[in-house]
């Protein structure tokens, strides 16, 4: 009898789960950034972009973080200020924002060869780069693989030299799986993705500023990570499947690149921004002053200002 009181409150539990995750599906559409909105089909699955600016005008990719809730909506105070001297191209990454959100397994390779094959294809043409946190590391094999695609770079926050640089190991084999089950993983995921759990994570991690984490900016996330199947993306970040060590490949990168890091952050810290500069001799730093993770957020006029005269230096116009 204790037996079946126990598989009974069981399945009353997943049940309950179940009917919690059906709830919570779909809370609204993603945020947008203005432009004008385009798809690109990327090995047989649907991406989406957004792009403003003159044509013929030198083209500028945005490639925002990895994280719940991840999408251009990351560069709203950039994009369509970059535009007015640049063709700007804000792609959401698969698994994310407005893009398809397929049940797949994700790794660091995914990144890199989404955005090789997005400035080949759809760019045509050397273009410079912002990429912000873990996926300024993940693009750095493309910009080796595939030097003549990209003209200059900027780095925001990036991890690779101290941070996220160690593969995921048995317990995130583990993690990943409880993610991806139908019910749990859910619910798992769904336990981040509350807005409580947004607001510690702009609050404690991505800001600086508490006043910039307005309920305006928590709902826009707390759609986007809604969205059906976009917990699939995530889950590979929290389990490590997308760490990626730079300390064999950032030497190799012919780029002059500006790292953008805000004085304040603390996952990676500032600290680690000198590794970037020492171990490659094209690398100049940037710090923002009252910015954490978010400097092109939170500092978004300063941002903008020296990333277009590091763009346009030596530019004939």
Known sequence: MALLRGAAAAVGVVGGLAVFNRALAKV?????????????????????????????????LLVHGVYAGASSYEFRKNFLELSKDFRVYALD?????????????YGSEDVSAQVEDFARQEIGAAAN???????????????????RLFRKLVLICPTGLGSLDRPSGGLGDAIYGLFRTPILGDSLYNAIVSRR???????????HNPNLLTEHTIE???RTSHQPGARYFPAAFVSGKLNLGLSDLWSRVPHKSLIAWGQ??????VSQAHR??????????????????LPHDERAETFNAETKKFFLAGVRR
């Not at 609204?28 to 403003?52: F, H, N, S």
């Open 28 to 60: 609204g559409e993603p945020a947008r950034i203005g432009g004008e909105e385009r798809r690109y089909y990327w090995r047989g699955w649907k991406l989406a972009y957004r792009v403003a600016g003159e044509v013929g005008a030198p083209p500028v």
């Open 93 to 105: 990454l698969l698994g994310c924002g407005l893009s398809e959100r397929p049940r797949r397994s």
């Open 129 to 147: 780069l912002i990429a912000s946190s873990l996926s300024a590391a993940l693009v750095v094999p493309a910009a080796i693989r595939s030097p």
């Open 197 to 207: 759990g947004i607001r510690y994570y702009l609050g404690g991690m991505a800001y």
């Open 220 to 222: 826009d996330y707390y």
């Open 264 to 269: 304040e952050a603390r996952t990676p810290p």
């Open 276 to 293: 970037f500069t020492r171990t490659n001799p094209r690398a100049e730093l940037k710090v923002f002053r009252d910015a954490a993770l």
